[in-house]
């Protein structure tokens, strides 16, 4: 199986901020990989795919980058809307597997 | 609008079964793979399972795997989730999902199990 370990598992930023989240796997995923942005009592949103496509209404302050084992999830200039929890995926093979989670809060 | 309703979780008990279904709305149902995705209290977010389109093919998480299988009826638009021997372990959030990378989520269906 494939191990997703994402770090940090807790980020403090403030709004205007720039912030990075790492998701590595543990062998060549290729660019399947996926961000998720959780948000308590909202559905949640699928962010970017295949690495570094952002997915239609996705705000251009996301990107992502990465292929084979290492991936980053960049968030430029934070608003408040953006501090929530942050997931990665693999879909390259089966099973499927997702990075632990990024809680990012407001410092 | 894309629509993914769950419905049929609860409280269990240990060894016993229960089966989910999603109802699909506002795309054509038959042209998707889709999938189960779980969260267990205060816990991240697990894949349980997939599914090809017409079915033929599925995939499972290997905590699931023997336990649970997951199905699909494209006339009425619905999937479903057998979850069999369930254990305390799968008390979790159930979600549906379209495709993967998921592009539309449930809101989810709690499933809770004990004694």
């Known amino acids: 199986d494939v191990q997703m370990t994402q770090s940090p598992s807790y980020l403090a930023a403030s709004p205007g901020e720039s912030v990075s989240i790492s998701c590595k796997a543990s062998k060549s995923i290729s660019n399947n990989l996926a961000w998720y942005q959780e948000k308590p009592g909202k559905a949640n949103k699928l962010l970017i795919h295949?690495?570094?496509t952002l997915q239609s209404g996705t705000p251009s302050r996301f990107s992502g980058s990465g292929s084979g084992t290492d991936f980053t999830l960049t968030i430029r200039s934070l608003e408040f809307e953006d501090f929530a929890v942050y997931y990665c995926q693999q879909y390259n093979e089966y099973p499927l597997t997702f990075g632990s989670g990024t809680k990012l809060e407001i410092k | 609008e894309v629509q993914l309703v769950e419905s049929g979780g609860g409280l269990v008990q240990p060894g016993r079964s229960m089966k989910l279904s999603c109802a699909a709305s506002?795309?054509?149902?038959?042209?998707?793979?889709m999938a189960w995705v779980r969260q267990a209290p205060k816990k991240g977010l697990e894949w349980v399972a997939s599914i090809s389109y017409e079915g033929s093919s599925t995939y499972y998480g290997d905590s699931v795997k023997g336990r649970f299988t997951i199905s699909r009826d494209n006339a009425k638009s619905t999937l479903y989730l057998q979850m069999n021997s369930l254990r305390s372990e799968d008390t979790a959030t159930y979600y549906c999902a379209r495709r993967v990378p998921v592009d539309y989520w449930g809101q989810g269906v709690m499933v809770t199990v004990s004694s």
């Open positions: 506002g795309f054509t149902f038959s042209d998707y793979y």
């Open positions: 295949s690495g570094s």
